[in-house]
């Protein structure tokens, strides 16, 4: 099954076109690198199948329905129960606890505080940050915090992660921790990735690479 589609996209600033008439696909399970030189789409790209940004013309796909209007309810459901993102920034409360953090995320899901709790603690050691959960997030290093970030997309019920430079902010020892990471658990919970990267090394670990300027970017 298609993860995701894109079929003739074109997308413009004005009168600048950012991406003309674009066609690609993802698969489910798969991970994918996206590349191609600063200001070519690849961030707006991930926003449009995010419902984060509208495009001008085309059809955008998520497991085979039609993504809806930005603004609408439709849009709410979809990026609350099938999209997850990771990005450079974390996106964490900063004053508050690795635990507070993912039960704020977890605040749509039905289940018990109980179960909500277990559920942290596993994913937490699946990351090895469980001896971290009652930390507040700003002591924690940067490699710590997208460990609790990518904690984050294993709690919630999205089996699409979108990955905006998610290592870009981290040494070279700790982006590849992060990456590997990111690629493990993602293959054992069959998540679909789309990462921008601009990174020639973590692109190639990916199971594909798209590279924008073949693909209808402008």
């Known amino acids: 099954m298609k993860a995701v589609e894109l079929k ?19 698969d489910e399970g798969e991970f994918v690198a996206l590349v191609g030189p600063s200001g070519c789409g690849k961030s707006t790209i991930l926003n449009m199948i995010g419902v984060l940004e ?14 809806p209007a930005i603004n609408g309810h439709g849009a709410t459901l979809l990026r609350r129960n099938t999209i997850n993102y990771l990005f450079q920034s974390f996106a964490l409360i900063t004053d508050m606890t690795v635990q507070q953090n993912l039960l704020l995320s977890m605040q749509f899901i039905k289940v018990s505080e109980r179960k909500k709790n277990s559920r942290i603690d596993a994913v937490l050691e699946s990351v090895n ?51 590997s990471l990111i690629q493990s658990l993602c293959k054992q ?27 209808g970017a402008s």
């Open 129 to 179: 940050m469980l001896s971290h959960k009652s930390s507040v997030v700003n002591t924690l290093s940067g490699g710590e915090q997208q460990r609790v970030a990518l904690a984050r997309t294993m709690l919630k019920p999205g089996k699409l992660i979108l990955a905006d430079e998610p290592t870009g902010a981290l040494d070279t020892r700790s982006a590849d921790i992060a990456f």
């Open 8 to 26: 003739n996209v074109t997308k413009r600033y004005g009168k600048k076109i950012i991406l003309n008439n674009l066609s690609l696909s993802v």
């Open 189 to 215: 919970h069959n998540k679909t990735v789309i990462m921008v990267t601009h990174s020639p090394e973590l692109a190639r670990r990916a199971d594909r690479i798209i590279d924008l300027m073949t693909y």
């Open 54 to 67: 509208s495009y001008d013309s085309g059809e955008i796909r998520i497991f085979g329905n039609a993504v």
